[in-house]
């Protein structure tokens, strides 16, 4: 779907996209880190995973399948699996079927529990993928839970260049030819790190972050005018390239011919809603002369002032209220 675009133009038109991760995918992702053993209902390795919700399926083990939902990860613990160690054959038959019977994506059986045959056939009946881990349920659930929310994570595209800039991921936005890259090389040059250019993947990682990736086709590489396509990594070396780096702040840069419609006393132009969440702005107007380079890196300081706790701004006001008191007569 797509967002729409403030009629201030502080929030840029967002294409947002909706993400999706195969069971299959998921497990080549987790399989070492969790010690994951696929056995069973490898038929179902392509099911989709939409949401990032695992469950602990004890009631539908006892029959109360509408706390199942369909394409969801169920992980089988202590608890769980000590209730089915209980129930005589029959039973047992008919809690495992009640389980596969929900069209849920897999089942994970963790704490290194044994298996009951039972439930090993009816994975392979429905096609549902079957794994088992030594892992403790908690710290399961916990690390697949990271996992499916940094993948499933609603995206967009946004167009500019995004750095860290003394640690902090700032993006660099502006009109064509306004000198975004040629700014962004001489930041790189003071030591500061690229992480994309032109095309900046952002990604809603939680509901107050945003996190912005390198595509992988542009990895490392930045277009300069006059200079063509030049690799970052190759010129100056490991350490001035990132993948990814969560946003926190936008340089938009600004004709000088606009440097009127900004607020003099305070370097912030107002916030860009991207996702959902506000991420502050700075406006800094372009004229031949500036050092923009010195500027941004002012800008990204003063805003982790304002994160501390300091604003410049008001205490300037402050000082001078005080002193235009200390004058009445």
């Given at each position: 779907m797509?967002?729409?675009?403030?009629?201030?133009g502080?929030?840029?038109?967002?294409?947002?996209?909706?993400?999706?991760?195969?069971?299959?995918?998921?497990?080549?992702q987790?399989?070492?880190?969790?010690?994951?053993?696929?056995?069973s209902g490898?038929?179902?390795?392509?099911?989709?995973?939409t949401?990032d919700i695992?469950?602990?399926?004890?009631?539908?083990?006892?029959?109360?399948?509408?706390?199942?939902?369909?394409?969801?990860v169920?992980?089988?613990?202590?608890?769980?699996?000590d209730?089915?160690?209980?129930?005589?054959?029959?039973?047992?038959?008919?809690?495992?079927?009640n389980l596969f019977?929900?069209e849920?994506?897999?089942?994970?059986?963790?704490?290194?529990?044994?298996?009951?045959?039972?439930?090993?056939?009816?994975?392979?009946?429905?096609?549902?993928?079957?794994?088992?881990?030594?892992q403790?349920?908690?710290?399961?659930?916990?690390?697949?839970?990271?996992?499916?929310?940094?993948?499933?994570?609603?995206?967009?595209?946004?167009?500019?260049?995004?750095?860290e800039?003394?640690?902090?991921?700032?993006?660099?936005?502006?009109?064509?030819?306004?000198?975004?890259?040629?700014l962004?090389?001489?930041?790189?040059?003071?030591?500061?790190?690229?992480?994309?250019?032109?095309?900046?993947e952002?990604?809603s990682?939680?509901?107050?972050?945003?996190?912005?990736?390198?595509?992988a086709?542009?990895?490392?590489?930045?277009?300069?005018?006059?200079?063509?396509?030049?690799?970052?990594?190759?010129?100056?070396?490991?350490t001035?390239?990132?993948?990814?780096?969560n946003?926190?702040l936008?340089?938009?840069?600004?004709?000088w011919?606009?440097?009127?419609?900004?607020?003099?006393?305070?370097?912030?132009?107002?916030?860009?809603n991207?996702?959902?969440?506000?991420?502050?702005?700075?406006?800094?107007?372009?004229?031949?002369?500036?050092?923009?380079?010195?500027?941004?890196e002012?800008a990204?300081?003063?805003?982790?002032?304002?994160?501390?706790?300091?604003?410049?701004?008001?205490?300037?006001?402050?000082r001078?209220?005080?002193?235009?008191?200390?004058?009445?007569?």
């Open positions: 797509d967002a729409l675009s403030d009629p201030g502080a929030t840029p038109a967002q294409h947002i996209t909706a993400h999706f991760i195969t069971v299959a995918d998921l497990f080549r987790a399989a070492d880190r969790l010690q994951l053993t696929w056995i490898r038929g179902g390795g392509d099911r989709q995973l949401s695992l469950q602990k399926p004890t009631l539908a083990l006892i029959g109360h399948l509408n706390f199942v939902h369909p394409n969801r169920q992980v089988l613990g202590c608890a769980e699996m209730y089915l160690r209980r129930l005589p054959p029959e039973a047992l038959n008919h809690a495992v079927g019977s929900t849920i994506a897999a089942v994970v059986v963790a704490n290194g529990e044994d298996v009951p045959a039972a439930m090993v056939q009816a994975a392979e009946r429905a096609g549902t993928p079957l794994f088992t881990s030594p403790a349920s908690p710290m399961l659930m916990g690390i697949l839970g990271h996992m499916m929310t940094q993948a499933l994570a609603p995206s967009t595209i946004l167009h500019g260049v995004f750095l800039v003394s640690g902090l991921g700032v993006l660099i936005m502006g009109d064509p030819a306004v000198g975004k890259s040629e962004a090389l001489e930041l790189i040059s003071r030591g500061h790190r690229l992480v994309a250019d032109d095309a900046v952002v990604f990682v939680s509901p107050d972050t945003l996190e912005g990736r390198c595509p086709l542009l990895l490392d590489f930045m277009e300069v005018r006059g200079l063509g396509v030049i690799n970052i990594r190759r010129l100056f070396g490991e001035a390239v990132k993948q990814k780096k946003l926190k936008i340089i938009h840069l600004t004709p011919a606009q440097w009127q419609e900004v607020d003099r006393l305070d370097m912030r132009a107002g916030q860009c991207i996702l959902g969440v506000d991420i502050p702005e700075v406006r800094i107007p372009v004229a031949v002369g500036r050092n923009l380079a010195v500027l941004v002012v990204v300081r003063n805003h982790i002032l304002r994160l501390r706790g300091f604003n410049s701004s008001e205490e300037f006001a402050t001078q209220r005080a002193a235009m008191e200390a004058n009445e007569p």
